[in-house]
């Protein structure tokens, strides 16, 4: 970001000051500020970044724990500064960014509806026979994955604004079954050697500074083990864990995203996930998509009208396992032009360790 600060040497009450002239003489004053919408979109992928889990009991208002930040240079308000900032005090670190790169664009597909039940169908099918690991207590879940996230620059002195991504890079993850504890390493964008989450994070913890004894946080896998196997009831539930002002239908189907992502998923409620993300309104099949490590394959996708972003899952086409993730700019908004992919990641490894920290010794499966 190209800022520059200027430092008034005289006392601004200075009587001699001729404040007229000075009115006339100096140009107007730019307007730096951005949009309400596009200032909530970069918040909204600051949010999507941070992945430390403040878990808070599941209640019938639909009450959420903050999303899980960590550290993407966007200048948006300053609350979403100050959650950054909170991260990195933790230990005191200063964490440097590498320097973002140009975002890379690509042919918009459109999305259709007519082989989309079939092959959610095909997707749950795989998911249901596909055998998964289930961690004990003590153990850890680990997602090794490559990532890019959307990124933000703002000149002060011509008012100019680009719209970068990260340079991919490497993002590990490591989480209790109940999600009360857990590690993330991600080099270049948090804290060296990584950050503590949950309990391992002492200023996460949920509840006035305690832990809630006997409730797995949502959307851990103790919580997803429990939750039902019909679509229709996982995705009622699901919803009731979502807050805020942002489109209900594009949350839900952004943290069923979140889940699939960095989870670990048992496999009754993996089948029941992709048929319930089928059923989030406006979710699309578009046939040719790409995660963050360049596989291709098929995505259920869904295009936030708002923004005029599309998300998408990727799915592998012979086997349909799931691949990772890609964010498109469908619609032009806030300067970023249609074709335009602000979000990549791709899920390399996935498995069950015996401890925090500890890596796959033969490695795990995606």
């Known amino acids: 970001m190209t800022r520059k600060f200027w430092k008034r040497t005289e006392p ?9 002239e000075l009115a006339r003489l100096l140009p107007a004053p730019s307007d730096p500020r951005m949009s309400p919408d596009r200032q909530l979109l970069f918040e909204e992928h600051l949010l999507n970044e941070i992945r430390t889990p403040a878990p808070a009991p599941l209640r019938a208002t639909g009450t959420r724990p903050v999303r899980r930040a960590l550290l993407i240079g966007l200048p948006v308000t300053a609350a979403a500064l100050t959650a950054v900032f909170a991260v990195s ?19 918009v597909e459109d999305g259709s509806t007519v082989q989309l039940v079939a092959t959610v169908q095909q997707i749950a099918a795989a998911a249901s026979t596909r ?54 390493d991600e080099p270049g964008y948090q804290p060296k050697g990584g950050i503590g989450l949950g309990t391992d994070n002492p200023d996460s913890k949920p509840k006035n500074g305690q832990d809630i004894p006997g409730e797995a946080a949502p959307l851990s896998y ?12 996982l995705l009622k539930t699901i919803y009731s864990t979502l807050s805020g002002p942002r489109d209900r239908d594009q949350q839900a189907f952004e943290e069923i995203k979140a889940i699939i992502n960095e989870q670990l998923v048992p496999a009754p409620t993996a089948a029941a996930l992709y048929r319930a993300a089928a059923k989030v309104p406006g979710v699309v099949l578009v046939q040719n998509s790409q995660d963050a490590a360049g596989r291709s394959g098929l995505a259920l996708a869904r295009l ?29 908004f806030g300067g970023v032009k249609p074709g335009t992919v602000v979000e990549r990641t791709a899920v390399l490894e996935r498995a069950v360790v015996g401890a925090e920290k500890e890596r796959p010794a033969k490695g795990g499966t995606a």
């Open 12 to 20: 601004l009450d200075h009587t001699e000051l001729d404040h007229a």
């Open 222 to 233: 103790d919580w997803l083990k429990a939750q039902p196997s019909d679509p229709e009831s």
């Open 131 to 184: 055998q998964t690991p289930e961690p004990k207590p003590g153990q850890f879940i680990y997602v090794k994955s490559t990532v890019s996230f959307l990124s933000y620059s703002h000149n002060a002195d011509t008012n100019e604004s680009k719209t970068w991504v990260q340079p991919l890079h490497q993002r590990e993850i490591w989480k209790s079954p109940d999600a009360r504890k857990g590690w993330l």
């Open 304 to 332: 936030d009208e708002k923004t005029g972003e599309r998300t998408e899952l990727v799915f592998d086409r012979k086997t349909f396992a799931y691949l990772g993730s890609r964010g498109v700019q469908v619609k032009e």
């Open 89 to 107: 005090s933790l230990t005191g670190d200063r964490i440097t960014e590498p320097s973002s790169v140009a975002a890379p664009v690509v042919a």
